[in-house]
């Protein structure tokens, strides 16, 4: 064919005669590529090149590239290669690309174990600002979307709040009771095993009072509905920003976070206190129980000891955490979804992210509500 690229060559003494011919372009990069390493290699022992380019019909960057690359290997070998017949109006094409790359690039020195271990911490640091950033933002956010729902309560999508309200209150209400009957039973086994060894059988019913009213029922309820709620949050959102759905709304003058956020957490405040108080009371239920039939306390005796073990500062203190876990599980979980990009491994990664921070942040605010609520005299 015309067009196809074609490079002969002729020994002349100790002169290497090269003549290239044919369309040295991109679409031939195939053909051009072994005939040039072939040429680049021949006849090592001349002292000259010279490459004819009057038969080369077409010529781009890729063809100009594969030329300096001949020339730059014969040069290595110690012999002087030029170019000749060169069409006029690629001179230009070839003295650009001839400048470029004419130093290699420095190598990057090997990080050592110190190097490396830094770098990871750097990075850490920056991915912890980045996310603290992010849950400011969001946080801002719901602040701004909630003022306009309060200066025109008509905006307010009421049946999108019932309608989270019922998936995360109430259809989580079965298995929230289940895990906190056994976490209670737990407890109070594992408190009459060691408490029997002293005598102290009845202390179970402190023991397990207190704990489920101010830290246990409140952190497992919450714990459960950050797996459970929150990373059904991040994957539907990240759905619908994979989708375009959330652009679409902003195109149409509507706020995402207006429209589908805030009914979203409202659903998760109201709700999360709720099941802390049905969880608290199924685990008080299960520890009763465990203590009956293991124990050997009677019910009355464990009502009974059970009214004189806490008060209702107890059971404030675990209310009293629950909306603010809410609100942290509800915003980690829906600035994640708004971090999802094209992919479905992005979702799958960020529902993941969202369930870990979540549980995290729980258990952080938890200690700092402690250390409150110890300062306080609660």
């Not at 470029?100 to 770098?119: E, H, Q, W, Y």
């Amino acid at each position: 064919m015309e067009g196809e690229p074609l490079l002969s060559s002729m020994v002349s003494g100790d002169r290497l005669q090269v003549a290239a011919a044919g369309a040295w372009t991109a679409e031939q990069a195939g053909r051009l590529e072994p005939l040039v390493e072939a040429i680049a290699t021949q006849e090592p022992q001349v002292r000259s090149v010279a490459i004819d380019m009057r038969g080369v019909r077409a010529l781009d960057t890729y063809g100009a590239w594969l030329l300096e690359r001949l020339i730059r290997e014969r040069t290595a070998l110690g012999q002087e290669t030029r170019i000749i017949g060169l069409p006029e109006h690629y001179r230009g094409l070839i003295e650009e690309v001839r400048h470029a790359n004419l130093k290699p690039p420095p190598r990057r020195p090997a990080d050592g174990a110190i190097r490396a271990a830094l770098i990871a911490i750097g990075r850490s640091v920056v991915g912890i600002g980045n996310d603290l950033l992010q849950f400011v933002e969001m946080i801002g956010a719901l602040a701004v979307a909630l003022g306009r729902v309060a200066l025109r309560p008509q905006t307010f999508r009421l049946t999108s709040a019932v309608h989270h309200l019922d998936r995360v209150g109430w259809q989580a209400v079965p298995i929230i009771l289940l895990i906190t009957f056994l976490i209670g039973g737990i407890i109070a086994q594992q408190g009459i095993f060691h408490f029997r060894k002293f005598g102290a059988d009845v202390y179970v019913v402190d023991m397990v009072g207190i704990l489920v009213l101010r830290e246990i029922g409140v952190l497992i309820v919450a714990v459960m509905v950050a797996g459970r709620s929150g990373s059904a949050y991040t994957a539907e959102l990240g759905s619908m920003k994979m989708r375009e759905e959330i652009d679409a709304l902003r195109t149409m003058g509507f706020d995402p976070v207006e429209v589908l956020i805030l009914p979203r957490v409202i659903a998760l405040i109201v709700a999360l206190p709720i099941l802390t108080f049905l969880g608290s009371m199924a685990a008080l239920y299960g520890g009763g129980l465990v203590a009956w039939l293991y124990g050997g306390i009677n019910p009355d005796i464990f009502i009974s000891r059970l009214k004189e073990a806490i008060s209702l500062t107890h059971f404030e203190v675990g209310m009293i955490k629950a909306p603010f876990m809410a609100l942290v599980i509800g915003v980690v979980a829906c600035s994640e979804g708004l971090q999802v990009k094209g992919s479905a491994e992005s979702l799958g990664s960020q529902t993941t992210s969202s369930v870990v921070k979540s549980i995290f942040l729980v258990i952080v605010l938890d200690g700092f509500f402690a250390m409150f609520f110890a300062a306080v005299g609660m």
